[in-house]
């Protein structure tokens, strides 16, 4: 049997074993949504020991046809929404899971950019050697030439005195 409770607590009452008597609603094939009083210390019980005794009468026969049927859609409804809640739980923690590796990710992409940036100033520090030393190459060039030419000079300058 499944029950649900509805305290009401405007006038306690109280069961033979001190335990308080309390509305309740019947949701079973039997008595669908059949409201009772019964002791808290044992509900289920119809007997004896403790207090039960039903608020309402039973249904009308068609009630009794219609409201299982109903109570079972009302139950894979909730089923349904369970599943469909669970669901959405999964995602969220994906979502959470894909949005942390993203943040890290993006961590990453922080440290290899200072790293690129790091590379980017050797680069240039390199080119501006390269430069030098083109620049010291081509003077070099230059004075080689004058001294091949002086030397030149020099020789013809023998051979004249000669
Ligand atoms: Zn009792």
């Known amino acids: 049997m499944s029950e ?3 305290d009401s607590n405007c006038s306690r009452r ?3 074993c001190r335990s308080e008597i309390k509305h309740w ?3 079973t094939d039997l008595n669908p949504r059949r409201r009772f009083e019964a002791c808290c ?4 019980s119809k007997r004896g020991l403790h207090f039960f005794a039903w608020v309402e009468n039973e249904r009308c026969p068609r009630g009794k046809e ?3 049927g109903l109570l079972r859609r009302l139950r894979g409804m909730e089923d349904e929404l369970r599943a469909t809640t669970e669901n959405f739980r999964l995602m969220e923690e994906e979502k959470n899971k894909l949005e942390q590796k993203l943040r890290e990710e993006e961590e990453e992409i ?3 950019k200072k790293q690129n940036l790091g590379i980017g100033q050797q ?4 080119k501006g050697e390269i430069l030098s030393y083109q620049l010291r190459q081509r003077w070099f060039r230059v004075v080689v030439l004058l001294c091949f030419m002086i030397v030149i000079l020099f020789i013809n300058m023998d051979d004249l005195v000669v």
């Open 4 to 6: 649900s409770s509805t």
């Open 14 to 16: 109280y069961c033979k």
């Open 25 to 27: 609603t019947s949701w």
């Open 41 to 44: 210390n044992n509900r289920n």
């Open 66 to 68: 219609i409201l299982p």
């Open 110 to 112: 922080k440290i290899l």
């Open 123 to 126: 680069v240039v520090v390199l």
